[in-house]
């Protein structure tokens, strides 16, 4: 023992993580980091459909979003330097795009997070009357309505995709490693390719039911009375952005509503019962 060495060999000393400011927090970490084993398959081909979805979602970001009543663009003309605006408007299109395309490759949800908020910022307007295009003109109201539905679609397809990326990562990772068993992968598979079909049916429905919320509104308002209708009809207030975010809050509350009453559980628990039988 006495001529034994005193050094503590370096793989018995545990590693220990200090917690940042934000883990303290919230308690952990907002999104970990993952390790994976190599793609398989099933995730190279969500690789492939979310990057082809963020770069359609990307150009069209681009052409739907005007810079004129963002904050950077009250900033740029503040100062006097208009071409500011639309460099940081332009900028972070590019930074969104670009962060997703290492989310997806490096399968890392940080920096899908970090794209999911970016594309969102892209979009906020703080003083616009109306909906406009900045980079492209649709004289029809009709292909107006169309690009904006494709967007809200594409960016809602772009979220479920990446999600896809890192779930079945985790899951393959799994399974090849020993963690879990997996009896049926092939009805996994079938119930995530059900819900990528079912996923864009929804978001246009939603989209088309919050741009089209002065028709449905002025319909339903049609019932008892005509005159109230018509009011609606011709109000310049519903046909505004400020109509879209009166549209948009009463789809969410609906919405809210769907998952506060449990319909979603209750309809899959009817098919599981249904497919017992």
């Not at 023992?1 to 919230?26: C, N, Q, R, T, Y």
């Not at 970090?114 to 295009?133: D, E, N, P, Q």
């Not at 039911?209 to 028709?215: G, V």
Request: include cysteine; hydrophobic fraction near 55%.
């Amino acid at each position: 023992m006495a001529g034994g060495s005193a050094e503590i060999p370096m793989d018995a000393i545990p590693e220990v993580h200090i917690p940042s400011f934000v883990e303290s927090l919230f308690g952990g970490p907002l999104v970990p980091k993952m390790k994976f084993l190599p793609a398989d398959k099933m995730v190279q081909t969500l690789q492939m459909a979310a990057g082809a979805v963020m770069i359609m979602l990307g150009v069209l970001t681009y052409i739907v979003t005007p810079v004129s009543g963002t904050a950077w663009f009250w900033v740029g003309e503040t100062i006097g330097i208009e071409v500011l605006g639309l460099a940081i408007h332009l900028l972070l299109v590019l930074s969104a795009i670009g962060c997703g395309f290492w989310g997806i490759i490096s399968r890392d949800s940080r920096f899908l997070l970090v794209s999911y908020v970016l594309f969102i910022i892209v979009s906020f307007r703080f003083a616009a009357s109306k909906v406009s295009f900045e980079w492209l003109t649709f004289d029809d109201e009709l292909l107006q309505k169309i690009a904006l539905v494709a967007y809200a679609v594409l960016l809602v397809m772009y979220i479920e995709l990446t999600n896809g990326v890192i779930r079945f990562s985790m899951l393959d990772t799994s399974i090849r490693t020993g963690e879990v068993y997996v009896m049926n992968v092939k009805k996994v598979l079938t119930k995530y390719h059900i819900s990528l079909v079912i996923t864009p049916i929804i978001a246009a429905a939603v989209a088309i039911t919050t741009l089209l919320f002065k028709d449905v509104i002025s319909g339903f308002v049609g019932l008892f009375s005509e005159i109230s209708a018509l009011r609606l009809e011709e109000s310049v207030e519903l046909e505004s952005v400020y109509g879209v975010a009166l549209g948009t809050m009463i789809v969410f509350m609906l919405v809210a509503i769907v998952f506060i009453a449990d319909i979603p559980g209750r309809y899959q628990k009817m098919r599981e019962g249904g497919s017992d039988e």
